[in-house]
């Protein structure tokens, strides 16, 4: 069997004396979407940022088209081609929302997304490309943390939260959008706490509770009731 | 007249106050770190210009264009091999990092150029004046204010129009977030060390012309230095060459009522400003 492009073999990851994650085994395939869900503190975050190398204690248990990147700083883990649009959008407060769009690029990685590309898929961003980031709506902010990570033309794309704290209509408009950005072969991994759009989106899923893995299927053939034990644990 | 020829003078000094201050300010804005050695890598400088000048017989103006690119790479190393292993969260281990390099860097010049005061000799250009109309002002102080003001022109546009700047930008930020974006933090601070050091070395040699120096001298600069930076508002470039100014000014003014009045007076300003604007002058407006 080929390698995953992605792969987690029993990933474990501590914050100081705390463990997040228990021996986590995922796998994603080229042109995937899949989903993670789970409630709050179950691991979801703790593993998109040691998939991101922004947390590195497991030199092994990421592998990479089969090349453990555990060891990575995040820096070379986004010139392989991964891009995290991290939990709360974390733009970059001085810059203009141009310029937090051309440094998502700056690895200069060759690809289909350009800055024309981005205002193509979000075009109130073009209107507002002069303003400081930090003076656009929440789901604007989204926009662009999104169109930063697709600036770098990454190969896979973790995206965390994304509809954390926005209104319902700017959730809905950034998954209709999500087709877009995910068709040409771009790669996903998609965390959420709204389990209806993660699976609306996702060809498989996996839910972490306590920091494991407590289902993983299909998303249009789990059944609801597994899906509910596995979030709550009941 | 007389206190129209001081106002002049210190205006002209707080160029060079200004080029003290500018790679302070410029490291502080992109790491958060107090460079307590500041004021004795300027010495530094000035100590690696007269060595050039006596082995290759250079003038200081001329061994600019070594001393400049040496204190880079001085400043890229000592970044990448020392102060990153103490960057974080806390801004103490840095500090008291960069004091333990002031004191060494201090006991070493004193090893290799013993405590004998020095001066770099730049020629008939430290004598050299013109006359603007009632008042004579000398070619090198105007030369070192025009440099402070290229120099914060050219850092401002750096910051602002480069990707390197968006990339010190960025750091400043949010440094775990500009690392997924592909930059290496290590290699961006040292990079911002590198043109701190290059600005002292400006600042460095034009100390030396100015007046003697010996290894104990990085002191008072360094306090001249955070008082400009301060005066004018943290993280404003253009902020720090109004507090070069008015820290200059200041001190000729106070030398004007009684010369020992100098460097006090210079204090006092400072802390007028800060006890009515503690976030200096001009700060800068971020959300």
Known sequence: MPDALLALQALNAHYGDFQALYGVNLSVEPGEVVAVIGANGAGKTTMLRSIAGLLRNAPEAIRWKGQGIGALRADQVAALGIALVPEGRLLFPSLSVEENLIIGGQLGRKGPWSLQRVYDLFPILKERRHQQSTSLSGGQQQMVAIGRALMSNPELV???????????????????ALPGIVGEGLTAVIVEQDIAKALSVSQRVYCLQEGRVSLEGQSQSVPREEITRAYFGV | MDWLNAIIQGTLLGGLYALFAAGLSLIFGVMRLVNIAHGDLIVLSAYIALSFGVSLGLNPLVALLLVVPSMALIGYALQRLILNRTMGEDLLPPLLVTFGLSVILQNVLLMGYSADPQNLQAGAIETASVNLGPVAVGVMPVLVFVTAVVVIAALQWMFYRTALGRAFRATSDRQDVAQLMGLNRAHIFGLAMALS?????????FLGIRTAFDPAAGGARLIFGFEAVIIGGLGNLWGTLAGGVILGVAQTLGAKIDPGYQILAGHIVFLIILALRPRGLFPRIDG
């Not at chain 2, 050091?197 to 040699?205: C, D």
């Open chain 1, 158 to 176: 973790l995206m965390d939260e994304i509809s954390l704290g926005l209104a319902p209509v700017i959730i809905r408009q950034i998954y209709e």
């Open chain 2, 197 to 205: 050091l290059a600005v002292t070395a400006l600042a460095g040699v």
